[in-house]
Each structure stands twice: as structure tokens, then as C-alpha cells.
């Protein structure tokens, strides 16, 4: 059998000491600096050959042999329930000497065999129904979805005259940290563009590339020209062959922008790329890396596309929002946005730091900096 365990941050374990026996659970390095889990990272495919996930201590801390003890397994997903049960057989039980300590990791458990006990163990049991559907529902992706996940063992002992009686239980959490407010997972394009098939125009030869995605990553941004015959997959693909232009590499004949980011925004360089035209066509992606139980698992956005359009051609100013119009009060005041609301007030563009801002880029440039009020990172005039 091969212990299936689930991760993606490791809470430490909860202990419970029993009179007769110590358990103590502990994961292993491999699931303590895994960022995104993969099954076959964690060797499912190998029963009793995959990595070392999780150890165990058991020790008999009496003076007495303690026989016919029994291990139970559980995994438990907190929005599924019980995914995983597994119990030793009735006619297998093992037994600890005197002051008996033994160490076993899920490896020893799938071989049935603890070391230092002469007894050998087998399991009933598998998955739940809920077990079934949860791992039918991935339907193929290796990479599970995020939840909170527990690990516990249970040694008991049954008798005739007392039954089961449960000595030592330990817990291990997983999944526990600080949810985020996307999937870790993926990489969320914001501006310039849309997604290919939704035509979008843009004014700015310099825009701000930004997406959501993990805070404490590097990304490769990715920007190639439509040729009308190669697919924006396959353009993009071939741009990401050769290194980033900060890594040593150089750009392809179709290949605007290859860079390194650190963040999840990105302002289209003077040099160091090749310029945008008005009149052509372009598509971008964003790439990240995740180190995944020893695998490195390969992250990508969705592919957006964008046309730069003559200022003088544009459609006009896009429509102004709930969130936008609230960033606009907040820095200039209601009654001068009322004021240049009545003259016909238009957004037009936005310059913050130096940089201009145009059509869609403004609006979420603003909506970063009503934010940026809300968390005190600005301090407006009169609010000091």
C-alpha cells in the first residue's frame, strides 16, 4: 500500500503522550519546501519506493511488553472529509519489548514492515467513496487543489476484556497557512489586453505589464509580434528557447520582450527591447517555476493579445468604474471630481511617478493606488 500524502505548507505536529506508549509524526524536509505538490513528486506510482514524506516514532515507555497493538491511518481533506482510511489487520498484531523505541518512515509502512519489530503488518482498507470522487474530480491534473489536510496514525490495542482502547494519536496539518486570494497555482493576466479572440486596442508604446500571481516569486514575461502565419503558442514558444535578455540572451527577429521579473507588474522598457508598432498585433504571456517535492513544476499564464492603435484612431476613453471613480475622489476630492465630471470629464491617461499611464492601464493604475491608500502605503494631504 503507499501512503498518500497531501501538501502545501506543513503545520507541526500535534503530540499526544499516552501513559504506555509514545507517537510522535514528523514530516519531512521534502514536504516542509514544497511550494506547489505534484502526485509525481510524490512517487504514488512506486509502492514502497517513493520519497521519504513522513517518519514516525512509537516508543513502549513501561517496564511490560505490550502486545497485540494495531495501527490506523487516516487523511482527511477539510472540504471533502475522510479521502483516506486505512486499519492493520485483526490477525496481525505487533508487539513492543520494554522501554522499546522503534523509527519507521511511510516507505516501511508500504513494505510491511516496522524495523526492529519481528511481526508483519498489512493494511485494509483504501480510499473512501469521498476518496474516490476527490481524486476522480482531478481529472488528470497532478497537482492537487488547496485545502487543509491532515495526516493521523492512531496505535490501539484490543483485548477481550477492555476491547479497543486507544493509546497514542499524532497529528500532522497540512495546507494550514494563509489562504491567498488566488491560486497559487496560476498566473492571472490583468493589462495590457485580453484574451486571444477579444480584440484590444492600446495607445501606450510603453505599457505596464501586470498579473497576479505569488508575491515571492520571479517570473519570465514574454512579448512577441503576430506574423499572420505562426500561432501566438508556437511564437511564444520559440522566444522561450533561447535566455531572458537580463540572463544573457538575446531577442529573436519576433520577439519583443524577454524578461526576468521580480513582482507582478512590469513597465515596458526605452531599450533593452524591441519598440512596439502602431498598427501591429502582439502577444504576451507570463512563465513561473515551482519547486514541487523534487520536481520542478512549469507554471503559465494564458496568452493576451493586444494591437497598438494610432492615438488620433482610438475609440476614446474607456468607461469609468465604481473603483476607479473612488480612487479619483480620493486623491483630487469630491467636489473637483464633480466639477470636472459636469465639463464632460474623461479619463484619459494617468502620470504617476514619471510614468504615463493610457486607456485600460490608467484604471488599474488607479485601483493599485486607492488600494495603496486603503493599506496607509500613501498618505494623502490632510491625512498625515
Given at each position: 500500500m503507499a501512503l498518500v500524502l497531501l501538501i502545501a505548507c506543513v503545520v507541526p505536529s500535534e503530540i499526544i503522550y499516552a501513559q504506555d506508549i509514545n507517537l510522535q509524526l514528523e514530516p519531512s524536509a521534502t514536504l516542509e519546501n514544497t511550494q506547489v505538490l505534484s502526485l509525481t513528486g510524490l512517487g504514488l506510482d512506486g509502492d514502497g519506493s517513493g520519497p521519504v514524506l513522513i517518519s514516525g516514532f512509537l516508543e513502549n515507555m513501561t517496564a511490560e511488553t505490550i502486545n497485540n497493538l494495531y495501527i490506523e491511518v487516516k487523511v482527511?481533506?477539510?472540504?471533502?472529509?475522510?479521502?483516506?482510511?486505512?486499519?492493520?489487520?485483526?490477525?496481525?498484531?505487533?508487539?513492543?519489548?520494554?522501554?522499546?523505541?522503534?523509527?519507521?518512515?511511510?516507505?516501511?509502512?508500504?513494505?510491511?514492515?516496522?524495523?526492529?519489530?519481528?511481526?508483519?503488518?498489512?493494511?485494509?482498507?483504501?480510499?473512501?467513496?469521498?476518496?474516490?470522487?476527490?481524486?476522480?474530480?482531478?481529472?488528470?491534473?497532478?497537482?492537487?487543489?488547496?485545502?487543509?489536510?491532515?495526516?493521523q496514525v492512531i496505535i490501539f490495542r484490543v483485548?477481550?476484556?477492555?476491547?479497543?482502547?486507544?493509546?497514542?494519536?499524532?497529528?500532522?496539518?497540512?495546507?494550514?497557512?494563509?489562504?491567498?486570494?488566488?491560486?497559487?497555482?496560476?498566473?492571472?493576466?490583468?493589462?495590457?489586453?485580453?484574451?486571444?479572440?477579444?480584440?484590444?486596442?492600446?495607445?501606450?508604446?510603453?505599457?505596464?505589464?501586470?498579473?497576479?500571481?505569488?508575491?515571492?516569486?520571479?517570473?519570465?514575461?514574454l512579448v512577441v509580434e503576430d506574423n499572420g502565419q505562426d500561432s501566438p503558442e508556437s511564437l511564444l514558444q520559440s522566444a522561450?528557447?533561447?535566455?531572458?535578455?537580463?540572463?544573457?540572451?538575446?531577442?529573436?527577429?519576433?520577439?519583443?520582450?524577454?524578461?526576468?521579473?521580480?513582482?507582478?507588474?512590469f513597465q515596458y522598457p526605452s531599450s533593452g527591447a524591441q519598440p512596439l508598432q502602431q498598427g501591429f498585433t502582439y502577444h504576451w504571456r507570463v512563465i513561473t517555476t515551482f519547486q514541487s517535492s523534487g520536481d520542478i513544476v512549469e507554471i503559465s499564464s494564458e496568452i493576451?493579445?493586444?494591437?497598438?492603435?494610432?492615438?488620433?484612431?482610438?475609440?476614446?476613453?474607456?468607461?469609468?468604474?465604481?473603483?476607479?471613480?473612488?480612487?479619483?475622489?480620493?486623491?483630487?476630492?469630491?467636489?473637483?471630481?464633480?466639477r470636472l465630471k459636469a465639463r464632460g470629464f474623461k479619463l484619459m491617461a494617468i502620470e504617476y511617478d514619471g510614468q504615463e499611464f493610457t486607456g485600460p492601464a490608467a484604471s488599474v493604475k488607479l485601483e493599485e493606488l486607492l488600494q495603496k491608500i486603503r493599506d496607509e502605503e500613501i498618505i494623502l494631504g490632510g491625512n498625515q
Open positions: 482527511n481533506a477539510a472540504k471533502v472529509g475522510d479521502i483516506i482510511e486505512l486499519r492493520s489487520y485483526s490477525t496481525l498484531p505487533i508487539s513492543l519489548e520494554p522501554y522499546q523505541s522503534v523509527y519507521a518512515t511511510n516507505n516501511d509502512l508500504a513494505n510491511e514492515r516496522i524495523p526492529g519489530i519481528d511481526q508483519k503488518i498489512q493494511f485494509s482498507g483504501g480510499f473512501t467513496p469521498e476518496g474516490d470522487e476527490f481524486f476522480e474530480n482531478l481529472s488528470g491534473s497532478t497537482t492537487l487543489p488547496k485545502d487543509i489536510y491532515t495526516i483485548t477481550n476484556a477492555d476491547g479497543r482502547q486507544d493509546l497514542a494519536s499524532s497529528v500532522i496539518e497540512i495546507g494550514g497557512g494563509a489562504a491567498s486570494s488566488f491560486d497559487e497555482s496560476e498566473i492571472y493576466l490583468k493589462t495590457p489586453g485580453d484574451i486571444l479572440g477579444a480584440p484590444a486596442d492600446i495607445t501606450n508604446p510603453y505599457p505596464q505589464f501586470s498579473w497576479e500571481g505569488a508575491n515571492d516569486v520571479s517570473y519570465r514575461l522561450k528557447s533561447s535566455p531572458p535578455i537580463n540572463e544573457g540572451g538575446s531577442l529573436l527577429e519576433f520577439e519583443n520582450l524577454d524578461v526576468t521579473v521580480n513582482g507582478t507588474s493576451w493579445s493586444f494591437t497598438l492603435a494610432n492615438p488620433s484612431q482610438s475609440a476614446g476613453a474607456p468607461p469609468v468604474s465604481k473603483e476607479v471613480e473612488q480612487a479619483i475622489v480620493e486623491l483630487i476630492g469630491q467636489d473637483a471630481f464633480r
